[in-house]
C-alpha cells in the first residue's frame, strides 16, 4: 500500500510533529517524498508478513519455553555504605551531595 503526502501529513498532525521544521521548502518537499517512500516500505513489510501462512501455529507468549519459577528470597551481602560514598565525587555526611536543579 503506497503512502502519499496526504496521510504523511496527516500521521505527522497526529503526531504533533513538524516533518520539516528548519528546512528549506525545496528540502522539505524532498524530506517528505523520502518519508513517504520509508513508510511505504514498512507497510510493504507489513504485507509480506500477513501474506505468510499460520494456519495450525500456536501462538507464542514468551521466548521461554518452560517458564522461569521465582527465584529463591534469601538475602545478600551488599555494598557497604563507605564503600559506596568514596566513588562519590563530593559527599555531605552519609549522603552523596548533588547540585540544586531548581
Known amino acids: 500500500m503506497p503512502i502519499d503526502l496526504t496521510?504523511?501529513?496527516h500521521t505527522a498532525e497526529l503526531?504533533?510533529?513538524d516533518l520539516t521544521?528548519?528546512?528549506a521548502p525545496d528540502k522539505a518537499q524532498a524530506a517528505l517524498d523520502k518519508l513517504a517512500a520509508e513508510m511505504?516500505?514498512?507497510i510493504g513489510h507489513f504485507d509480506?508478513?500477513?501474506a505468510v501462512d499460520t494456519e495450525g501455529v500456536e501462538p507464542l507468549y514468551s521466548p521461554m519455553l518452560e517458564p522461569l519459577g521465582p527465584r529463591e528470597?534469601?538475602?545478600r551481602a551488599g555494598s557497604a555504605p563507605e564503600?559506596?560514598?568514596s566513588q562519590a565525587?563530593?559527599?555531605l555526611g552519609h549522603f552523596f551531595a548533588v547540585p540544586k536543579i531548581l
Open 15 to 17: 503526531a504533533r510533529l
Open 21 to 23: 521544521y528548519g528546512l
Open 40 to 42: 511505504s516500505g514498512i
Open 83 to 85: 564503600d559506596l560514598l
Open 73 to 75: 528470597d534469601c538475602p
Open 48 to 50: 509480506q508478513l500477513s
Open 7 to 9: 496521510t504523511v501529513l
Open 89 to 91: 565525587p563530593e559527599r
